[in-house]
């Protein structure tokens, strides 16, 4: 599975932003998708996770201001984020997983095997 994430850029505090994200290769067994994040110097950070059945989690510093949904027929995966904040600065990595089926989100980088090749986000106050 090959993951293309698109929608990153400069934003000032409190605007909104749209990452998108395609996968493309042996998409038929994808289960669980999602996003993390990395600011510098920091460790990889759980943002959001989707279910193939469309149940969702959060990470705490995002919930109530960010939204991810995903089409299963385009194999496509979205992150709005609203509300921005300087602390969002990151670079933010689409990821999932093709090996096997479940319904539950895992927020641990090791539930998800395919990565994509991360998208910078910057928050300026």
């Known amino acids: 599975v090959q993951l293309q994430a698109s929608g990153g850029g400069l934003v000032q505090a409190g605007d909104s932003l749209r990452l998108s994200c395609v996968a493309s290769g042996r998409t038929y067994g994808i289960s669980h998708m999602g996003w993390f994040r990395q600011a510098p110097g920091k460790e990889r950070e759980f943002v959001a996770g989707?279910?193939?059945?469309?149940?969702?989690k959060y990470g705490d510093s995002v919930k109530g201001r960010f939204t991810i949904s995903r089409n299963n027929a385009k194999y496509a995966l979205t992150l709005q984020m609203n509300n921005l904040k300087p602390e969002d600065t990151a670079v933010y990595y689409c990821?999932?997983?093709?090996?096997?089926?479940?319904?539950?989100?895992?927020?641990?980088?090791?539930?998800?095997?395919?990565w994509g090749q991360g998208t910078q986000v910057t928050v300026s106050s």
């Open positions: 990821v999932a997983e093709p090996r096997y089926y479940s319904d539950l989100v895992p927020d641990l980088p090791g539930s998800y095997e395919a």
């Open positions: 989707i279910s193939v059945t469309g149940m969702t």
